[in-house]
C-alpha cells in the first residue's frame, strides 16, 4: 500500500517524448524538480540542471563524487561508540556560469518577457539543450541556444556552447563567462534528516586564482577534509564581428567578459570547455594544471567532436541497457497514471539514462543516494548501491559494476577499525558514509543496520555468479568475505532461549520503521548466506587455488576452525516463523507491536517519519519499507511460492512505502505471488517516483536506487528473471495494458536480447556462442543465430 | 553485584568525626570532589565548596536552582518530536570571593606555604569553616579564619566572616571582596554524557552594575531563556585599626578593597553579606532592590544571629531526621569497608545532610540530580526526587515534600502539551526538565521513560498515605492522576497476541541498558499503579467530594466511561513472568538477548556506557540499575517472598549497578530475601557512593538521590519499614556488626522514635497520641508515653 497522490507534471509544459525530456515553459512550480531531472553527470562531475545564468535556482551545485568536507558529529547526547566524522559533498565552484546582456540589458529568466522557450534532454545524445526567445522592452528579439553536457567520455569534463543572436537590431552584446565559487551557497534550513545541512562556515580555500587570455584556473582545499580541487574553463568565441574579450578576477570569482556589437541576424557564440580534477593528496596547483592539459585536449578536439564522443557513448549504453515498452492503445492501467506510450517510455528512459548518469564514470568512488543531481543524504554512499543499482550494472556494464565493488572493498579498512571500535570481530562497512568511516548519527537506523554488511557480499556474489569473474572473488573479494563472516559470527550467538539456535540481536532490517530488534528476517537470512558464502568460497580455495589461499591467509590470520564455526552458525540461523498462520515473522517483536491506524492517518501524514516521535513509529505495526518482501526477492529459492504469498498479503498492507525503496520491490513480489493488477500499480510508482516526485523531494535529488529499481521491477518483474547460485531462468508475465517489452543482459560475456510479448518470449544472443538458462522451468540452450521464441504459458495467474 | 574498587579518602586527611566533615590538609587529589562535599545550600542557592580566594577550584560554582538558560537542542540527525528546548543551570556571579594581600602577597593556597589548615562542615550547625596558618618566604606568620553558610532561615541569603591575624608582625594586609561574573567559565570538555556542555557565547548580560559605599549590587539578564538575577553583597568590617575602603567596578567585577595596617596580633574581619534574587518575569533592577532589602534585613540582625539561627534549623532537622548508629567494636564488616564506627556515622550524616541542603528550601523549584553541588545533568530535574528523594522526605518532613510534588504539578500544563506533540492523550512529564519542557536529547533514555509519569503518582501516593493529606490529594492531586491515567491508557493497547491483555510496547523502564522494550515489567506494574490509584480515587471523588469533583471534571473533561478503561487496562496489565523459572522477565525481550561476558570486563570498563556502543550493551543481558528489583520494593505487596527471592537470585548478578540509583535498592531487596551480608555490602556502597566517589564523578556533584537512597537502605532495609495501602509495618534486621539504629519518622502527623539492637525494636511516639502499624506482622497500637519494645525473631534468615 502506498500512501500517495500521484501529481504528474502537465504535460502542455513537460510532454511526453520516446527519448527526451522536455520543457516547453518556464514553469517555476516545477523549477526544483526539473533541476533535478536536467542534471547532467558521468556519475564523476555532476552539473545541476540549473540554467546556465545562475538563477533563478533551487541549488546551483556542481559535485563532485566523493569530493567532501568532514566535520565534527555534534551529538545532542553524546554516548561510546556513535559516529565521530560527519562528511558532506561540497558544492564545488560553478563554472557553467554565463551572464548576458543585451542592450546592456540583463537578461534573467524571472523577469525576461520569454516568446519561446524549450529544455530538452536528449538522452539518445546526452546533450542538454535549452532555446529561448527573449524579447527586451525596446521590441528587440533575442534567441539564446545553449547545449551542454558533462562528458561521459572524458571523465573531468564539461562543456557548453551558449549562442545568441539578436534577430532584429544592430546592438551591443555582452557575455560574462564566470567560474563562481558561493562559500556560503544557502542550504535551506530544514527539519527532514534526509536533507544535507548547510555549513556554518567557509568549507573551502582559495590556494590559487590565476587566468591566462580567456583561460580562468581556480585551486581550492577544504577547510577540515584537505581534500583539494582544481577547475578551469576556458572559451573559444566565434562571431562576425570582432570580439572585445577582458578577464576581470576577485575573490572565489573569476570572468571572461565578451562584448561584441552585433548586427541583425548576427551571432555571437562561445564555447566553453570546463574541468575538474580532484584529489585527497595533491596540492591544489598540480590539479590545476590537470584541468589545464584536460582543457588543451578537449580544445584540440573541438565542441562537435565532443557532442559525436558523447553520443557514441551513450548510444553504447542503450545498446546494451534500453528497455523498450510498447502498449495496447486501448490499455486501461496506463492511461490511468501516466497518460500514454510515449511517456511511459519517456520515464523508464529518464530512469535508466540516470543511472548511466550517476555511474558510468564513477570510477574509484561510489554512486551517491542521490548520484550528483543534488545534496539529499550528503552524497553519501549506502546500500543502496548494492542492492538497487549493482544488479542493473551487474547484468548490463559489468565492468562497472566491478569498479563499484572495487571501491566499496577499498574501505575494508575502515571497515575493520570501526568493528574494533564496538569491540567486535572483522570488519563493519559504515551504513552511510563518503570516505568510509561511519557518518549516520542516528544509530538505531544507522549503524545497527549491520546488514550491510551481507548486502556488499550479495552484490559481490551476484556479480561472480553472473560474469564468472572467479578471480575477482578470490583476489579481491575473500578478504571480505572473510571478514564479514567474522563480524556475523561474533555478532550472534547461540541462544539457549532458541534451542541453541544463532540469534542475531540488537540490529535493524531495511524497514528502518522497526529499529534494534531481535532475529530480522531479512538480516538473519542475508547474514547466513555471508557466512555460507564465505566458508564455501574459502574451502575451494584451500583446495583449488593454494597460493590465493596463501595470501589470504596472510592477509586475515585466518584458521580453518573458523570457517566451521561460520558454517555451524549459519545451519543452525534462527529465522522468526509463526506457524499457525505460516508466515515469516519480521522480527521478534513484530507481532507484538500496537496495530497502525491506518484508517484515520490521513495522506498528508506520510511519510510517517516527517509527522510522528521515532517511538510512535517503533511501538506500532508499521512498516516504511519492504524487508521480509525484500528477502523474499533477494534470496527467493529460499522461500516457497506459498510462504510469498502468504507473507505477501500480511505485509504489504502494513508497509507504507515511506522509502523510495520500497514500490519497486513490491512490484517483483506482487507481480511473483500473482497480484498483476497491484504489480503493474507499484511499478509506476517505482517510474514514476522521481517524475511525479511522488516523495516530494527530488529537489534535493533523483533516487538512483528507485531508478535501478525502476529496471529491476520490469526485468525481474515483468520477465520473471532470476539468478540463483548461477542459474538463469525467465517467468514472463506480461500485464494485459502492455503489448511489448524487450530489454538485454549481459550474461557470462553473452549479449542475451529479451522480448516479450502477452503470448510469447524471444531470446536471441546478440553476443556470445550459447547460453544456458530456463523458460518457465523449461532448461534452454540458446545459440548464436539461432533465437528461440518459447510460449508464455502462465499469462494468467491468480490476481 | 557492583563492580567497583572503592577507595576511601584518606583518613589522615579526612579523620572520621561523628559531626563534621573534617579536611585536615589542603589536599589537591581530592580536591574536586571535597569542592562537591563542602558545598554549602539551602535548596535555592548553592555554592559549591570552593575556597574563598577563587583558587584553585574545579569549578566555582553558585548555582540557584531553576535559573537556567535554555539553548535549542542542535541533534546530529533530526526527528519529529526530538527534544527541543535545551536547558542549564546558570553559574551565577560568585559573591564569596575574596582576596587577601599581605604585605603585599597574595595568598595563593596552591602555592603558600602553610602552617597550618584544616577546613570542617560542621553538621551540627550548619557552617563551613576553615582555617589557615600562613607563613610567608619573611617569616611572618598569618591565621587566617573563615566561616561561611548559605542560610536555610533565610532563602535568598549567604554570608561569610573572613578574619586575618597576623601573628608576628606589623604589615599592612589588604582584602578584595568581590562579586564577580565569569561568562566564560570553562567547563572540561567532556564525552561523558553525564556532564553538563560548556556554553559556546556569553549566558548572561549585565543589565545593572552598582555600588554604594561597601554595597555592590550586580543585575543580569540571561542570553535565552530571559530569566533575571540579581545578587549584592555588603560589608561589616572591624579592625583595631581604621580600615580604608575603595569600591571599584569593571564590567562583570565588582570589588570592596579593605586595606588596614595591622600590628602583631591584631585582626581584620569582614563580614559578608550576600543575596541573590531570580524571576522569570521581573527585570533585574526589580531583583536588585529585592537583594538590597535581604542585605538591610540581614546585616541588621548580623552574623551571629544568622549562625544562631542555622544553628537551630539543622537542629530541628536532625531531631526528625537523623540516623544513629552505633557499631560493635569487633564487627569484621564495616572496619573492612569503613574503618570505623565514627566514620559510619560520620558519611550516613554527610548523606542526610546534603539532602536538606538540596531540598529544604525548594520550594516553587525542583530538585536537580546533583542538588546544587555541581553541573552535573545541567541541573535538571528527573524521576529521582519522586523515587528517591521523596521517601525521606514523607516520612520526615512532608511539607517539603508537599513542596516538590507542587512544583512537579505545575508542570501539567507543560505535560500535556508533550502529549499533544507525541500524538497522546493526557499528560506526558519530561523525562529530565527544568523548566518543564523536555530536555531529554537520547530519546531511548529519555522520553522512552514513560514510567516518570507513574513515579509521580506513586510519590504522590506515598506522601498522600502518610500524612493524610486528602485535601492535597483531591485539589491538586486529581487533575495529574487523570492526565496520567489517560496517557497509559491511550499509550498501551489490548493485544490479540497477549490474550487481549493490556500490553506498553517501544517504552524504556529504570534500567537505561534495556531501551526501547515491550512490557518493561517495571513501567507496566507502576502504570497499573496508576491506573488503579487514579480510577479509585476519580470514583471516591464522584461520591464523597462532589464539588472537587465537578471542578475536576471542568478541568479535565472527564467522561466516566473513561475510569472504567482505566480500570480495564489495569485489570488486565500484561506482566512478563517465566513460569518455568518462577521469575518476573524484565522485559518480553530481556531472555532473549546475548549473555554478557562479566567475567572477561576487567572493573576499568565499567561504567559500560562509557566503555560500549549502546547498542553493543543493548544487544546483551546486562542491567545498569536495578528495575525488577525496584519494582519488588515499590510494590512489595505484589510479589511473594520466594518470588523476590528468585528474582533477586536472577537479577542481581546481571546487574552492574552503572547507576548510583542502584545499590540502595539492592541493598533493601537483598536484606528482605535475606541476604545479609549482600544487603550490608550494598549499604556502604549506597552510603560511600560519594565519599569514596565509587561513581568517579563526585566532582560534578553530589548525588542526592543515592544519598535518599542511602536513608532508604537504612529505614527500608534495616527496620524493613513498608507502607503499602497506608499500612505502615516493619520487620527489623540488624546486621551482625552493628550494635543499634535509631531513627524517626513522621507518620501521619506523629513522629516515631525507632531503635533497633539485634534483639529488639524499642518504639515511642514523640508526637501524637497514637499509631497503628505491625511488628514482624503482629498489630502494635502505640499510644504517646508509652514505649513498646518488641522482640527481633527473625534475625537468623537464610543468608
Not at 567557509?202 to 582544481?230: A, F, I, K, N, W
Not at 511511459?344 to 535508466?352: E, G, H, T
Not at 509463526?578 to 511519510?607: L, M
Not at 516523495?695 to 535529488?701: A, L, P
Amino acid at each position: 500500500m502506498l500512501q500517495r497522490q500521484l501529481e504528474l507534471p502537465p504535460r502542455h509544459v513537460y510532454p511526453p517524448d520516446e527519448w527526451r525530456l522536455v520543457e516547453r515553459e518556464f514553469y517555476p512550480r516545477r523549477m526544483a524538480q526539473f533541476e533535478t531531472l536536467f542534471s547532467t553527470s558521468n556519475g564523476y562531475l555532476g552539473i545541476r540542471g540549473a540554467h546556465e545564468e545562475g538563477e533563478p535556482a533551487f541549488q546551483n551545485a556542481t559535485l563532485i563524487s566523493g569530493f567532501h568536507e568532514t566535520w565534527p558529529i555534534a551529538h545532542a547526547e553524546e554516548a561510546y561508540g556513535f559516529a565521530k566524522t560527519g562528511q558532506t559533498l561540497v558544492n564545488a565552484p560553478d563554472a557553467k556560469r554565463m551572464r548576458l546582456y543585451v542592450d546592456d540589458e540583463p537578461f534573467s529568466l524571472r523577469h525576461a518577457n520569454l516568446k519561446g522557450y524549450e529544455r530538452v534532454l536528449d538522452m539518445r545524445t546526452g546533450i542538454l539543450h535549452r532555446e529561448i526567445l527573449w524579447e527586451l522592452a525596446s521590441g528587440k528579439l533575442v534567441s539564446i541556444k545553449s547545449r551542454r553536457l558533462v562528458s561521459l567520455e572524458h571523465r573531468h569534463l564539461a562543456a557548453l556552447e551558449y549562442e545568441v543572436t539578436v534577430l532584429n537590431a544592430d546592438v551591443p552584446v555582452v557575455i560574462s563567462s564566470e567560474l563562481v565559487y558561493e562559500p556560503h551557497d544557502s542550504l535551506p534550513e530544514s527539519a527532514d534528516p534526509r536533507v544535507a545541512r548547510a555549513f556554518d562556515g567557509r568549507v573551502m580555500h582559495c590556494r590559487l586564482q590565476r587566468s591566462r587570455g580567456p583561460r580562468l584556473v581556480m585551486g581550492y582545499e577544504t577547510e577540515r577534509s584537505g581534500m583539494t580541487l582544481g577547475c578551469a574553463v576556458d572559451h573559444v568565441i566565434s562571431s562576425e564581428r570582432q570580439a572585445r574579450t577582458e578577464t576581470r578576477e576577485r575573490e572565489d570569482h573569476s570572468r571572461v567578459i565578451i562584448s561584441v556589437d552585433v548586427r541583425a541576424g548576427e551571432s555571437v557564440r562561445v564555447t566553453k570547455f570546463m574541468s575538474y580534477h580532484s584529489s585527497r593528496t595533491s596540492p591544489a596547483d598540480e590539479l590545476c594544471e590537470r584541468t589545464e592539459r584536460t582543457l588543451d585536449r578537449a580544445m584540440t578536439g573541438g565542441f562537435e567532436a565532443l557532442c559525436e564522443g558523447q553520443r557514441r557513448f551513450v548510444q553504447a549504453f542503450w545498446e546494451r541497457s534500453d528497455i523498450q515498452v510498447r502498449g495496447k492503445p486501448d490499455a486501461d492501467i496506463s492511461s490511468e497514471v501516466l497518460g500514454s506510450w510515449e511517456q511511459s517510455q519517456q520515464v523508464l528512459r529518464v530512469n535508466l539514462f540516470h543511472i548511466l548518469q550517476a555511474t558510468a564514470r564513477a570510477e574509484g568512488v561510489g554512486v551517491p543516494a542521490k548520484g550528483l543531481t543534488g545534496m539529499g543524504y550528503e552524497g553519501h554512499y549506502f546500500w543502496d548501491t548494492e542492492i538497487y543499482v549493482l544488479p542493473f550494472l551487474i547484468y548490463t556494464e559489468p565492468r562497472i559494476a566491478k569498479n563499484l565493488l572495487q571501491h566499496r572493498f577499498g574501505l575494508l579498512e575502515h571497515a575493520r577499525e570501526r568493528a574494533r571500535e564496538l569491540n567486535q570481530k572483522g570488519a563493519l562497512f559504515a551504513w552511510r558514509t563518503i570516505n568510509g568511516e561511519e557518518a549516520s548519527a542516528y544509530y538505531a537506523a544507522g549503524t545497527a543496520q549491520y546488514h550491510i554488511n551481507a548486502d556488499i557480499v550479495y552484490a559481490l556474489r551476484k556479480y561472480v555468479e553472473a560474469t564468472g569473474d572467479e578471480a575477482f572473488l578470490y583476489e579481491s573479494g575473500a578478504e571480505v568475505l572473510v571478514e564479514t563472516a567474522r563480524l556475523w559470527r561474533d555478532l550472534g550467538f547461540f541462544s539457549e532461549q532458541r534451542d541453541g539456535r544463532f540469534c542475531i540481536v540488537g540490529v535493524t532490517g531495511p524497514d528502518e520503521y522497526n529499529t534494534v530488534v531481535n532475529n530480522n528476517t531479512f538480516t538473519n537470512l542475508m547474514a547466513r548466506e555471508n557466512l555460507w558464502f564465505a566458508a564455501q568460497v574459502v574451502e575451494r580455495m584451500r583446495t583449488d587455488e593454494h597460493e590465493r589461499y596463501e595470501s589470504l591467509i596472510h592477509r586475515t590470520g585466518l584458521v580453518e576452525s573458523e570457517v566451521d564455526e561460520w558454517r555451524r552458525a549459519a545451519d543452525r540461523m534462527f529465522l522468526p516463523y509463526d506457524e499457525d498462520a505460516g508466515i515469516h515473522i519480521q522480527d521478534d517483536h513484530f507481532p507484538f507491536r500496537k496495530p497502525w491506524d491506518f484508517e484515520n492517518t490521513p495522506p498528508e501524514k506520510y511519510p510517517l517519519l516527517l509527522h510522528y516521535h521515532p517511538l510512535e513509529i517503533y511501538r506500532h505495526r508499521v512498516i516504511k519499507q519492504a524487508d521480509v518482501v525484500l528477502a523474499m526477492f533477494l534470496l527467493g529459492d529460499e522461500f516457497s511460492l506459498e510462504e510469498k504469498r502468504r507473507n505477501f498479503d500480511y505485509y504489504d498492507p502494513l508497509t507504507t512505502g515511506d522509502s523510495s525503496l520500497s514500490v519497486c520491490i513490491q512490484s517483483i513480489m506482487a507481480r511473483e505471488v500473482g497480484l498483476d493488477a497491484k504489480a503493474r500499480q507499484y511499478l509506476s510508482y517505482a517510474a514514476l517516483m522521481d517524475y511525479a516526485d511522488i516523495g516530494g523531494n527530488v529537489n534535493d535529488g533523483c533516487h538512483i536506487a528507485s531508478m535501478g529499481g525502476t529496471w529491476m521491477a520490469v526485468v525481474h518483474g515483468l520477465s520473471g528473471f532470476r539468478d540463483y547460485d548461477g542459474s538463469f531462468s525467465f517467468a514472463p508475465r506480461v500485464p494485459g495494458d502492455i503489448e511489448s517489452v524487450s530489454f538485454r543482459l549481459t550474461l557470462r560475456g553473452c549479449l542475451l536480447a529479451v522480448e516479450l510479448s502477452q503470448e510469447q518470449a524471444t531470446y536471441s544472443l546478440l553476443e556470445g556462442e550459447t547460453l544456458a538458462f530456463r523458460h518457465e522451468g523449461e532448461k534452454v540452450e540458446l545459440v548464436a543465430g539461432t533465437p528461440a521464441s518459447l510460449p508464455i504459458t502462465r499469462r494468467r495467474a491468480a490476481a
